[in-house]
């Protein structure tokens, strides 16, 4: 099953992909988290890509289309992956078909998770993540709490707020979702793929919402 996560940056996709992931046995793939690898590790992508995330602004489509498409030809993604933060541009979805469309094959669901700007500013602003296994924590939200208050429950690091999860940097990257990545929603409505599902919902719920959408 090839799934693709869509919504505004804080709309809890990465939460999802990873129980999706758990849940089907297929490698959860955030671009996001390639790049903040890169970063950490110095690589060229990482420099090259440190500065558009460090203003909110999107890495360009060449450096992001051909790593996605070398990902999703590893062994692992043999029964389907789940994409979260890609595509995130009309290019990149059509990058995406092509090289899909190589072996016959397409996205199946398009999982869009819908919730407001004022919400999304709020969630943001509490989203804590651990710098080694990247589980996602919120100072609020209870279900997403750590045991600790700043500790991972699972390794004991200590949780850090991403650069870009700060507020200036969040309202950028808001209005580049609604410019650049939300058409993206059109796109996949008119190829019968999309299904929306509010981003408010409890977690548990949520996530019961969507098994029942791509168990159809
Ligand atoms: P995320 O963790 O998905 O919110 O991504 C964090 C940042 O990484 C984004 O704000 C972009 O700067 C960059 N990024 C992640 N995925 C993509 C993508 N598909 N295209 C361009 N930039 C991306």
Known sequence: MKIVMLGAPGAGKGTMASRLS?????PHISTGDIFRENIKNQTEL?????????????VPDEL???LVADRIRKADCKEGFILDGFPRTIPQAEALTKELSKTDEKVDHVINLEISDEDIVERMSGRRSCPKC???YHTVTPSLKPKTDGICDDDGETLVQREDDKPEVVLKR??????????LVDYYRNLGVLDSVSGKNAIDEEFDLITKILDK
């Open 134 to 136: 990247k589980r996602i």
């Open 46 to 58: 990482g420099k090259k890509a440190k500065a558009f995330m460090d203003e909110g602004a999107l």
């Open 22 to 26: 758990a849940h089907y046995n297929i």
């Open 64 to 66: 992001t289309c051909d």
């Open 174 to 183: 808001l209005s580049v979702y609604h410019e650049q990545t939300e058409p």
